[in-house]
């Protein structure tokens, strides 16, 4: 079974740019999560989708990160623009349902400089 | 809210011995799901064990297992034999059900493992 894929690994930026995030979730799973991870955390939701609605998206800065799901299977998440403290790395996962075990990818880990 | 405290940020554990990671949370919720995980340098977050709160039995995976106290709050992880490969960050997560079902992570142990 293939896992949760994202790309790219990494990104470098200069702050102000702009950035978006790519993740394909495990074939069937209706639930999907963006998860922010800073150096030294663990990592916080930022959003989650069932299909192709928004769940919760209550710590998500949304006024300069945005996130989609269209057809409810390949995600984006997009920020514009970028901030020095947006350096972290970006964890997707997926899961049959909301009360499955959640699979997470190998993440993408941006640098604002 | 619900919050998930790791105390310890290292660990060191010889080889073939045991060594326990701490875990606390709180909540006010009956009906929830712990979890540890274990994420190597590639990042991925692969999931060590499970434990429901309506069961008083302790999990067990192999060489991993819990030591689970509802009323203390507490959630710690055993890992017995250690081996090389088990030097990673660990993360104690809570995950209320139901609800959104979102995972909240503690800030991680980082265990290493001395041959």
């Known amino acids: 079974e293939a896992g949760v894929a994202q790309s790219p690994r990494y990104k470098i930026i200069e702050k102000r740019q702009s950035v978006a995030f790519w993740c394909n979730p495990i074939?069937?799973?209706?639930?999907l999560y963006w998860y922010q991870q800073i150096l030294g955390q663990g990592p916080k939701l930022l959003i989650q989708f069932q299909n192709n609605g928004v769940v919760d998206d209550s710590q998500l800065p949304k006024d300069r990160f945005s996130a989609e799901r269209l057809k409810g299977v390949d995600s984006t998440l997009k920020i514009q623009p970028a901030k020095l403290e947006d350096s972290a790395v970006y964890l997707c996962?997926?899961?049959?349902?909301?009360?499955?075990?959640?699979?997470f990818g190998q993440g993408t880990r941006l640098t604002v400089v | 809210a619900q919050t998930v405290t790791q105390s310890q940020p290292e660990m060191s554990v010889q080889e073939a011995e045991t060594v326990t990671l701490s875990c606390t949370y709180d909540?006010?919720?009956?009906?929830?799901?712990l979890f540890w995980y274990k994420q190597p340098p590639s990042r991925q977050m692969i999931l060590v064990i499970r434990q429901e709160a309506y069961k008083q039995q302790n999990a067990t995976e192999n060489r991993f297992s819990v030591n689970f106290q509802k009323a203390a709050k507490s959630f710690s992880l055993k890992i017995s034999d250690s081996q090389l490969g088990d030097a990673a960050m660990y993360f104690c997560?809570?995950?209320?059900?139901?609800?959104?079902?979102?995972?909240?992570f503690g800030t991680g142990t980082r265990l290493k493992v001395l041959a």
């Open positions: 996962a997926s899961s049959l349902d909301p009360r499955a075990e959640a699979f």
């Open positions: 909540t006010s919720e009956s009906d929830y799901y």
């Open positions: 074939s069937g799973h209706a639930t």
């Open positions: 997560a809570y995950r209320r059900t139901p609800g959104t079902y979102k995972y909240i």
